[in-house]
């Protein structure tokens, strides 16, 4: 039923780029804000950018400003990270979310897709 589908990641070299996508059904798209998190190995999981829907606002990690662009098609029902000048330590495990904008408790996760920056 609640599918959050993640395509996009792989292996880049640093400098490089990947555009992260996640496609969603089951739940009415345009009444979650949703969010992009990873994880890196021993370490917890980070908030990296987030997006309203209603309104289209975003928020984006210090540690990735200026290089992470999040953005959605609500018509599309996907969410797109788009990442640029990678770093090794933007390697982590990328995992989609949707958060309902009017029942905050209502939340799901993707499965997450694998991102290795590296020479």
């Known amino acids: 039923q609640v599918q959050l589908v993640e395509s996009g990641g792989g292996l880049v070299q640093p400098g490089g780029s990947l555009r992260l996508s996640c496609t969603a059904s089951?739940?009415?798209?345009?009444?979650?804000?949703m969010s992009w998190y990873r994880q890196a190995p021993g370490k917890e999981r980070e908030l990296v950018a987030a997006i309203t829907s209603p309104g289209g606002n975003t928020n984006v990690a210090d540690s990735v400003k200026g290089r992470f662009t999040i953005s959605r098609d609500n018509a599309k029902n996907t969410m797109y990270l788009q990442m640029n000048s990678l770093k090794p330590e933007d390697t982590a495990v990328y995992y989609c979310?949707?958060?309902?904008?009017?029942?905050?408790?209502?939340?799901?996760w993707g499965q997450g897709t694998q991102v290795t920056v590296s020479s």
């Open positions: 979310n949707a958060r309902s904008s009017y029942y905050h408790h209502l939340t799901y």
């Open positions: 089951g739940f009415t798209f345009s009444s979650y804000a």
